[in-house]
């Protein structure tokens, strides 16, 4: 069996299309915590995740809303108030997050 090859010569991987999805940074540790934790406001996920800037949570947490792994809901208060939870398609992530955590915790130092 060879490796898929699309239309225009690209590789086309599983592997590589889950890491387009949810790679970089945050992605996985915003995924991990509102799996774990549950529903989350905006500046708990900033606590939760020290070194982040604005921006960049910002961004993750929509591209994360755009591919249907996190749910947003904003309620209409003064202050506005914004939580963040898990969508079903995003809970189907958690079995590979908890053997990244496993494994994690049996290899590091800390």
Same mark, same amino acid.
């Given at each position: $069996?060879?490796?898929?090859?699309? /239309?225009?010569?690209?590789?086309?991987?599983?592997?590589?299309?889950?890491? /387009?999805?949810?790679?970089?940074? %945050?992605?996985?540790?915003?995924? %991990? =915590?509102?799996?774990?934790?549950?529903?989350? +406001?905006?500046?708990?996920? +900033?606590?939760?995740?020290?070194? *982040?800037? =604005? /921006?960049?949570?910002?961004?993750? #947490? /929509?591209?994360?809303?755009?591919? +249907?792994?996190?749910? +947003?809901?904003?309620?209409?208060?003064? @202050?506005?108030? *914004?939580?963040?939870? $898990?969508?079903? #398609?995003?809970?189907? #992530? $958690? @079995?590979?997050?908890?053997? $990244? =955590?496993?494994?994690?915790?049996?290899?590091?130092?800390?």
């Amino acid at each position: $069996m060879g490796t898929p090859i699309d /239309k225009k010569g690209k590789l086309k991987c599983s592997i590589e299309y889950t890491l /387009k999805k949810i790679g970089g940074k %945050w992605k996985t540790v915003i995924l %991990w =915590h509102l799996g774990t934790d549950g529903t989350l +406001r905006y500046n708990e996920l +900033r606590r939760l995740l020290p070194g *982040v800037s =604005h /921006k960049v949570l910002s961004q993750q #947490l /929509k591209e994360l809303e755009e591919d +249907r792994f996190i749910l +947003r809901t904003q309620y209409d208060t003064i @202050p506005p108030k *914004v939580e963040y939870s $898990m969508t079903e #398609l995003g809970s189907t #992530l $958690m @079995p590979i997050l908890k053997q $990244m =955590h496993t494994w994690g915790n049996e290899h590091s130092d800390f």
